[in-house]
């Protein structure tokens, strides 16, 4: 039985701990802590886990064998390094870090290490289409890819959401998936900007954002963060001679009142459900295993900070800007999930 310290404890460390409660096997939450203590004594009394007053006390806990780590970016780095440290694995929500340079320490300590201990959620490459159209891809089944279409819509974001977090926060599943789907590194990002939807208020709000991949293949996703009617991921990519894409919203149809539909999903707890189901289970079963993670890996979430930099940048200059990676250490040239 694996045993978790869950730091964080708002909204997806919540939905992380029920199912790591209820869901998923070999696993217990045996610690949590939030700044906001209340909560945490609240989450802690139900599960029956130890309340700690900050992250590093969790990590330092002997009944905690790996970490989940749910709070702000901004706090990531610390909570990351300090497992590192004491040589527990940890699952950082995205983004590694808000900064290249603290994914660099991050990617610099954990390659000190010598052996893999942080996972980045990047739970995309766990969603049941997404693989399916990579097997496909892969197959060669539409040719050559060309370009990929994305769009990526939330229904709202709260009002400290500004223009850059449409990258750095929503896109940044974009970046990460492409360079999984792909198999290769983005060279460049431009971003357009659209007419301004009046639901945002101030917000620039959608973004046009286009990638420029290492093989030539160019990326476009639609990124529009307050259009009302649910939660909308879409993908499809063109090849030479066919196109494969996500499937329906929905698995049921409903026909009434002289009207047929697909129900969608209000966020991404309800979308990606089974993912972040199937991205908890490998985790835990890989640890299990060898005690090392194969999920997405501290150098991707080095790789999706530099893009993401790269293309708040594009979205201040207007123009394309290049994406530099620093050479990779050796702990990350095996493949990942
Ligand atoms: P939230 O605001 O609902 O929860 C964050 C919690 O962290 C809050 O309860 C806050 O009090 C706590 N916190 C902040 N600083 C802390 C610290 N230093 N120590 C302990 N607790 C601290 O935010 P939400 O939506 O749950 O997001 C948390 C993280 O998960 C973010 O990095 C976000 O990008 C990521 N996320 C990932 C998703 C995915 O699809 N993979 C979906 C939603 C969020
Ligand atoms: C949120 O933090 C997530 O990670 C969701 O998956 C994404 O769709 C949303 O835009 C982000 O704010």
């Known amino acids: ?29 045996t610690a949590v802590t939030d700044v906001n203590a209340s909560v945490a004594e609240a989450v802690g009394a139900r599960i029956g886990a130890t309340v700690h007053a ?5 990590i330092a806990d002997s009944s905690v064998d790996a970490v989940v780590v749910c709070s702000w970016g901004p706090t990531h780095e610390q909570y990351v390094l300090a497992a590192i440290a004491a040589g527990k694995p940890v699952f950082c929500e995205k983004p590694l870090a808000t900064t290249a340079e603290a994914c660099v320490r991050i990617v610099e ?10 996972q980045v959620g990047y739970m995309r490459r766990y969603d049941s289409a997404y693989r399916e159209l990579k097997k496909i891809l892969d197959a060669g089944d539409i040719g050559a890819p060309l370009m990929m279409h994305c769009a990526h819509r939330n229904a709202s974001v709260p009002s400290h959401y500004e223009k850059e977090m ?16 792909f198999g290769t590194e983005i060279k460049a990002a431009r971003v357009l900007v659209p007419r301004k939807n009046r639901n945002g ?17 160019l990326v476009d996703v639609e990124i529009s963060v307050n259009i009302r009617y649910g939660y909308d991921i879409r993908g499809e990519i063109v090849g ?14 409903v026909r009434t009142s002289l009207r047929a539909a697909d129900p969608v999903p209000a966020d991404w707890r309800e979308r990606f459900l089974a993912a972040y189901d199937v991205e908890f289970q490998e985790w835990i079963d890989s640890l299990a295993r060898t005690g090392a993670p194969v999920g997405p890996s501290a150098w991707d979430g080095y790789a999706a900070a530099v893009v993401s930099d790269a293309a708040v940048a594009a979205l201040h200059s207007g123009s394309a800007e290049n994406v ?9 040239s095996e493949v990942t999930a």
Do not use: C
């Open 166 to 181: 449409a990258i750095t926060d929503t896109a940044v599943h974009e970046i990460d998936m492409v360079r999984w789907m």
């Open 54 to 58: 900050t992250g590093e006390e969790v």
């Open 109 to 118: 300590a954990e390659a000190a290490h010598g052996r893999r201990l942080v």
């Open 1 to 29: 039985m694996l045993r978790i310290g869950v730091i964080g404890t708002g909204m997806i460390g919540q939905d992380h701990i029920r199912r790591m409660t209820h869901v998923l096997a070999g696993v217990r939450v």
């Open 201 to 217: 208020g101030e917000l620039q709000d959608p973004l046009f954002l286009i990638l420029e991949m290492a093989n030539e293949v």
């Open 240 to 253: 030479e001679h066919g196109t494969a894409s996500l499937g329906s919203l929905s698995p049921v149809r």
């Open 324 to 332: 530099e990676l620093a050479e990779q250490p050796k702990l990350y």
